[in-house]
Each structure stands twice: as structure tokens, then as C-alpha cells.
């Protein structure tokens, strides 16, 4: 099954940064799904965007649904130590299978 | 309370051994998912169901089996004929009408 790419893998920051990542695929998606995983816990969904060119916030974050529709972004402004986790991606074309980036993993510095 | 719940969290078994994982929802979602999660790759569909009494195969539906018999349940046996059991699992459900999805607290297999 097809996987998105996911970028960068992790990512190391100071509290209080900025962070971006981003996922991309060769194929079009209708639908893009932003997760953040704990360890040992299921993913919590973040941010859902529906439409090309959509930007969506909660919070700190921040997600856009790229124009060309094979990607999307997620930023989180000012991070802190609770932010750490696993943030991945999911994109869903038509019909049922979502597909799942491969995360990246993000540690905040105090 | 609402959710989806995934039990035991922790699930030791002999090789060899058949093995059954529960999941259960009281969210009324009409879609239920298994995956399997391995360090350094994405979620694995193994098998979703959109409605009672049916159920399809996913990317790695191999070693696996599931039923669908109520709407809130929908557990995953990992049979012994799965090459390599131990892993990360998530139960997920989608509500009707929706292009969102939402995961239980996942399961962690271990075969010794």
C-alpha cells in the first residue's frame, strides 16, 4: 500500500521555535489528516483539511492543504515541552483506505 | 463516555499461539480499521469493516482474521500463521459521512 512522504523525520528545537513539516505524495488526495502520537498511545487528530488551499488552525497549529492537492503542511508556532511526540500525516483519495505518512518526531528543548 | 477503548494494553503470547484483540466503540461510527504500527513506517491497514456482517482485507490482511457482528465491536484475531506478530496495534473508527478517523489507544503485542 502507498505511503506518504514525510519530512524531515525529526526534528530537534528549542522551546519557544517555530516548527514546520511537511507530507507529499505522487497522488492527489481529497482529504489530509494531521495526527499527533504520544508513545505507547494512539494518535490524537489534530487538524482536518478538506479542501486545496485550505489553511486551518487549532491553537498553535497551524495546517494548509497544498494547492497542487499531493501535500500538505503543519506548523506549530512558539513550541513547548509538550509538543514532543510523533506527528504524522494521512490522506484520503476516494472510498475507505486512509493512507499514513511515516511521522516525524519532534523533541522540544527546555 | 464516549470513545474507543482497546483491550488488554499490554498482550504477551506464545509462539504459535492465536490470539484476540479487542475493540470496541460507543460512538455510533458505522466504519471500524485495524493497523499495525512498526518503529520507522506508517500505520498498515490489516482490515476495515463499514458496516455489520462485512469486513475487507487491507495492504497486510495476511495471519489475520476479524468479525464484524456488532456495530460497536470489531475485534482482530492474530493467528499463528502470521510470520511476524509483534507490534503496535490501533483500532480506528470513522463516522458516517465523514473523511475523519479516530483512533483507540492501541494494543502492544508481544509473541516471546
Known sequence: GQQLNQSPQSMFIQEGEDVSMNCTSSSIFNTWLWYKQDPGEGPVLLIALYKAGELTSNGRLTAQFGTTRKDSFLNISASIPSDVGIYFCAGLRTGNQFYFGTGTSLTVIP | ?112
Open chain 2, 1 to 112: 463516555d464516549g470513545g474507543i477503548t482497546q483491550s488488554p494494553k499490554y498482550l504477551f503470547r506464545k509462539e504459535g499461539q492465536n490470539v484476540t484483540l479487542s475493540c470496541e466503540q460507543n460512538l455510533n461510527h458505522d466504519a471500524m480499521y485495524w493497523y499495525r504500527q512498526d518503529p520507522g513506517q506508517g500505520l498498515r491497514l490489516i482490515y476495515y469493516s463499514q458496516i455489520v456482517n462485512d469486513f475487507q482485507k487491507g495492504d497486510i490482511a495476511e495471519g489475520y482474521s476479524v468479525s464484524r457482528e456488532k456495530k460497536e465491536s470489531f475485534p482482530l484475531t492474530v493467528t499463528s500463521a502470521q510470520k511476524n506478530p509483534t507490534a503496535f496495534y490501533l483500532c480506528a473508527s470513522r463516522p458516517r459521512g465523514t473523511d475523519t478517523q479516530y483512533f483507540g489507544p492501541g494494543t502492544r503485542l508481544t509473541v516471546l
